[in-house]
């Protein structure tokens, strides 16, 4: 029996773990063991997850929490190395780019266990952001580099990485999305919060880069006031941007048009994805869903790891600028939109292939 052992951690990491969980068990001679970290420990960000993509409690739970990065990342690697000592995996899984990622592919190469990362290749070209550091430590380490859009093969042979390493094999995240689009469809958060569909602007920023700073902050919120002037904005707020709203005050004018949630569930929050008019957002993950469901997205940052969704998608790449971002905005609202198109290989088959490519060096079977 081959083990594998799958890490997941944070919020976007159960969106890719879900479908490629789900390709496993079509084998027969291998099984799929999953470790959640703690990154994300709170029910709205974790626990909704596993319940709405109808996945399995966890076999092993760190329970590392918040915490600085080195705190984080520290308590993941003691907690991980007990665990793979514990099951002695034959294949490590990781994915994205969080701090589990990176832990986890640390410990997984010091105990000589190979390592699939899923999302690889992906370069935003700025250090700055913690993200960078753990996706390009994770690939050096890793044996497996499955891509999902065609500038991370460039990205990783302009690394050095040896080509026999790299696949590509689309999009995880748009597999999740395709599985569950009927129930997507069927969420009544709109009706819930009082709005039309296609007539309402959705928000969200968590970056520290936004929302560790007061003054972003405050600039970033005065674009969402200036805009809630024009039709309603729903801003579901992260855990980390709300404590520096609640710090400050953020800026924020209460009126009708401004709409704040709670952190919203993965089928809630996609629906509306769907139906929105715009998006503002600087979250890679939302940007492809976005490109996917061909809804208007502005990226209010300097760069993004994702450029397919820049060069072929919908999304729009803006920078930090916030005047750049609201006459951006206020071009879409008035009509000028950006015509896009759907990435190569983002069709809701990814899982399919990695776990295909997987069973040929394993030699696990289809049941």
Same mark, same amino acid.
């Given at each position: 029996?081959?083990?594998?052992?799958?890490?997941?951690?944070? @919020?976007?990491?159960?969106?890719?773990?879900?479908?490629?969980?789900?390709?496993?068990?079509?084998?027969?001679?291998?099984?799929?063991?999953?470790?959640?970290?703690?990154?994300?420990?709170?029910?709205?960000?974790?626990?909704?997850?596993?319940?709405?993509?109808?996945?399995?409690?966890?076999?092993?739970?760190?329970?590392?929490?918040?915490?600085?990065?080195?705190?984080?990342?520290?308590?993941?690697?003691?907690?991980?190395?007990?665990?793979?000592?514990?099951?002695?995996?034959?294949?490590?899984?990781?994915?994205?780019?969080?701090?589990?990622?990176?832990?986890?592919?640390?410990?997984?190469?010091?105990?000589? /266990?190979?390592?699939?990362?899923?999302?690889?290749?992906?370069?935003?070209?700025?250090?700055?952001?913690?993200?960078?550091?753990?996706?390009?430590?994770?690939?050096?380490?890793?044996?497996?580099?499955?891509?999902?859009?065609?500038?991370?093969?460039?990205?990783?042979?302009?690394?050095?990485?040896?080509?026999?390493?790299?696949?590509?094999?689309g999009n995880i995240m748009i597999d999740s999305l395709v599985e569950h689009l009927p129930d997507i469809e069927k969420s009544e958060i709109i009706s819930h919060l009082g709005i039309a569909g296609?007539?309402?602007?959705?928000?969200?920023?968590? @970056?520290?880069?936004?929302?560790?700073?007061?003054?972003?902050?405050?600039?970033?919120?005065?674009?969402?006031?200036?805009?809630?002037?024009?039709?309603?904005?729903?801003?579901?707020?992260?855990?980390?941007?709300?404590?520096?709203?609640?710090?400050?005050?953020?800026?924020?004018?209460?009126?009708?048009?401004l709409i704040f949630t709670e952190p919203l569930g993965y089928l809630d929050f996609l629906h509306l994805v769907k139906n929105a008019e715009l998006i503002i957002t600087d979250s890679g993950g939302?940007?492809?869903?976005?490109?996917?469901?061909?809804?208007?997205? /502005?990226?209010? @940052?300097?760069?993004?790891?994702?450029?397919?969704?820049?060069?072929?998608?919908?999304?729009?790449?803006?920078?930090?600028?916030?005047?750049?971002?609201?006459?951006?905005?206020?071009?879409? /609202?008035?009509?000028?939109?950006?015509?896009?198109? /759907?990435?190569?290989?983002?069709?809701? @088959?990814?899982?399919?292939?990695?776990?295909?490519?997987?069973?040929?060096?394993y030699g696990f079977q289809l049941r």
């Amino acid at each position: 029996m081959i083990k594998v052992l799958s890490v997941v951690g944070a @919020r976007p990491n159960f969106i890719k773990i879900a479908p490629l969980h789900r390709e496993f068990l079509k084998y027969s001679g291998v099984k799929n063991y999953m470790c959640h970290t703690g990154q994300h420990f709170d029910d709205k960000m974790s626990k909704v997850f596993f319940d709405e993509l109808k996945m399995p409690r966890p076999d092993f739970w760190l329970g590392v929490g918040g915490g600085s990065h080195a705190i984080q990342t520290a308590g993941i690697i003691t907690g991980f190395e007990k665990v793979v000592t514990e099951l002695k995996p034959d294949l490590v899984v990781v994915l994205g780019d969080v701090n589990s990622t990176m832990s986890a592919a640390l410990v997984a190469s010091k105990a000589g /266990i190979p390592i699939a990362h899923i999302e690889s290749g992906l370069r935003s070209n700025d250090r700055t952001m913690p993200e960078e550091i753990n996706r390009m430590v994770t690939d050096v380490l890793s044996d497996y580099l499955f891509v999902s859009e065609k500038s991370g093969i460039e990205n990783l042979r302009k690394e050095g990485i040896s080509e026999d390493k790299i696949f590509f094999v689309g999009n995880i995240m748009i597999d999740s999305l395709v599985e569950h689009l009927p129930d997507i469809e069927k969420s009544e958060i709109i009706s819930h919060l009082g709005i039309a569909g296609k007539k309402y602007c959705l928000c969200t920023f968590h @970056r520290p880069s936004n929302v560790d700073s007061a003054d972003r902050l405050k600039s970033l919120t005065g674009l969402l006031n200036e805009l809630s002037e024009k039709l309603p904005v729903v801003f579901p707020v992260h855990p980390r941007t709300r404590q520096t709203l609640e710090r400050t005050g953020g800026g924020m004018h209460a009126n009708s048009n401004l709409i704040f949630t709670e952190p919203l569930g993965y089928l809630d929050f996609l629906h509306l994805v769907k139906n929105a008019e715009l998006i503002i957002t600087d979250s890679g993950g939302i940007q492809a869903e976005a490109t996917f469901l061909q809804v208007q997205c /502005i990226t209010a @940052r300097d760069n993004t790891e994702s450029m397919a969704t820049v060069d072929i998608g919908t999304n729009q790449l803006i920078g930090t600028d916030v005047e750049k971002n609201k006459k951006a905005a206020f071009d879409i /609202i008035s009509g000028n939109k950006k015509q896009g198109h /759907i990435p190569e290989l983002w069709d809701g @088959r990814t899982a399919e292939r990695i776990v295909g490519i997987l069973s040929e060096r394993y030699g696990f079977q289809l049941r």
